[in-house]
């Protein structure tokens, strides 16, 4: 086996590290900054996450089949026997949680054409990675990949397994290939997962005797817990509870979980919404933190009762990362958006959470039946009007993985089980392209929101009015970490400008 590549903590040993060049997608191309706050670690040039051991599959993989392409090491149905296109160890390492990253793309999604019996789930399994402790010599975790987990022929996924182990030793990935499709593997990799903090119950309404849950995952010796509501510490409350004895601690293997009365830590919170930050830290530093943001009611319907005017419903996300301090750009432009006379606009902002985002908007759509309905997030530094919505919840597909705000996480799970593969927006996109650049905004459609919280939200929104004659969509407004008053003044326009291309003014609409 060759030398191992540690890349970004010392120098670049082998010529296995070289940059890729004949896929279609590199890296990450899908709209740049959109998942700036919550990447794991950062990207070196050749595309490696920095800190990671990085095995070329040409040069540091053992095979038992399969041959060199550009890029890395492949596997061709009629050319190559099913069997392991790459076999590596680590050097010895501690104990904890790891992730191992295979990336990987497949020459076709034809299953028929690759596949013996494309009916069979056999045929369709692309390849399998297998992790194992070896100084135990057991397996630790074992994950089948579909081909239809590539979506896109030609483009290189990221095929995350997150393993936990105690003890020393080197672990060791076994990359296997079914035979069925043209598949090629570029570069292992592995490294520590991120700590994190997960908070039950998820955010919404909050039961008067609701018990708080903290599961603190690989959380480190000693450890503290820090707590804050709408900025005001709730230390001092966590404390007296934990001296009353209202505070339990159950640890296992897996993860240590800290429950408490959730009322009685809130008590002297102000305010409709509740935000409450959990934070993990060790001597110098937090190494997890989670928000969630409650409520003792449901969000009120602002809509007048006549229902005389066109009622718009706009929604932005709360700020995240939930370790970070950022303003969220679609929040400020939807709180600093006036409005008009002819419209009845109600403005909701949302947690950046899976589930609890998604059920907000349907309780809101269900209860206050909005007419136009316009969700926001930040993406890049220009505007995108999104045009599609696709039917998968995962955010492993953010190299390494993306974990919500209250810190769930998903690989590859379907947001409606059964539902259609993609949803369009109901918005006229290019009319609204063409309305932005008319206030000079940089904008363009796009037809990839990524796979993350945005656009969760967006494939339940067009599945929630489905059966309607609702006008709904998403736009990704640009990404501004710390809104001045200039900022909020440019993103309400942005907003106005948007809302007056999908909603004429009365004055013009009878032209």
């Known amino acids: 086996m060759g030398v191992v590549c540690w890349i970004g903590l010392y120098a670049a040993a082998s010529s296995g590290c070289g940059a890729p060049e004949a896929a279609r997608t590199r890296v990450d191309e899908r709209p740049d900054g959109l998942y700036s706050g919550l990447m794991d670690g950062k990207y070196d040039s050749d595309g490696h996450l920095i800190g990671a051991l990085t095995f070329d599959a040409r040069t540091q993989c053992e095979h038992d089949t399969g041959d060199s392409e550009a890029e890395g090491w492949a596997g061709r149905p009629g050319d190559h026997e099913a069997g392991t296109l790459c076999r590596v160890a680590t050097p010895e390492l501690g104990g904890g949680r790891f992730r191992v990253n295979v990336r990987a793309l497949v020459h076709s999604l034809d299953r028929a054409g690759d596949g013996d019996d494309a009916s069979s789930a056999e045929s369709s399994r692309a390849l399998t990675i297998v992790v194992r402790d070896a100084a135990a010599d057991r397996e630790l975790a074992r994950r089948i990949i579909d081909v239809s987990r590539f979506e896109t022929a030609m483009t290189y996924r990221n095929l995350v397994v997150e393993v ?65 509501c709408n900025g005001k510490s709730l230390d001092e409350r966590f404390a007296t509870l934990e001296q009353d004895g209202k505070v339990t601690r159950d640890a296992t293997e897996a993860a240590t979980v800290v429950s408490l009365p959730a009322a009685e830590l809130l008590e002297g919170c102000e305010g409709d919404d509740l935000r409450l930050r959990v934070q993990v830290r060790n001597s110098y ?227």
Request: with cysteine; charged share 25%; glycine share 8%.
């Open 285 to 511: 530093y937090a190494v997890a933190t989670a928000r969630v943001t409650y409520r003792s009611a449901q969000h009120p319907c602002t809509f007048a009762d006549e229902g005389k005017k066109p009622r718009v419903l706009l929604t932005g996300f709360e700020p995240f990362p939930a370790r970070g301090d950022s303003d969220n750009s679609s929040e400020q432009a939807v709180l600093a958006y006036q409005g008009r006379a002819d419209l009845d606009v109600m403005r909701v902002v949302l947690p950046v959470e899976w589930d609890s985002a998604a059920a907000t908007l349907r309780g809101l759509i269900d209860r206050c039946k909005p007419d136009v309905i316009v969700s926001f997030g930040q993406g890049r530094s220009q505007v995108d009007v999104e045009t599609t919505a696709y039917n998968s919840k995962d955010s492993f597909d953010i190299a390494g993985g993306a974990v919500d705000n209250r810190g769930m996480l998903f690989a590859g799970q379907p947001i409606v089980k059964d539902g259609a593969a993609t949803l369009s927006t109901r918005l006229p996109a290019q009319d609204l392209v063409s309305a932005l650049s008319g206030i000079g905004e940089q904008a363009s459609t796009s037809n990839d929101p990524g796979r993350y919280i945005c656009n969760n939200l967006f494939y339940e929104l067009m599945h929630e009015v489905a059966d309607s004659e609702r006008l709904a969509g998403f736009v990704h407004l640009p990404i501004v970490s710390n809104v001045d008053d200039d900022d909020r003044e440019r993103l309400a326009k942005i907003v106005s400008a948007i809302v007056d291309g999908i909603v004429p003014r009365r004055e013009e609409a009878g032209r």
């Open 164 to 228: 936990s182990r105690r003890g020393l030793g080197p672990l060791e990935v076994n990359v296997e290939w079914s035979g069925h499709h043209a598949l090629r593997v570029e570069h292992v990799q592995v490294y520590r997962a991120k700590r994190r903090v997960l908070v039950e119950p998820r955010s919404g309404l909050l039961a008067a005797d609701a018990t708080l849950k903290l599961a603190l995952f690989d959380a480190p010796d000693g450890f503290e817990l820090r707590l804050d």
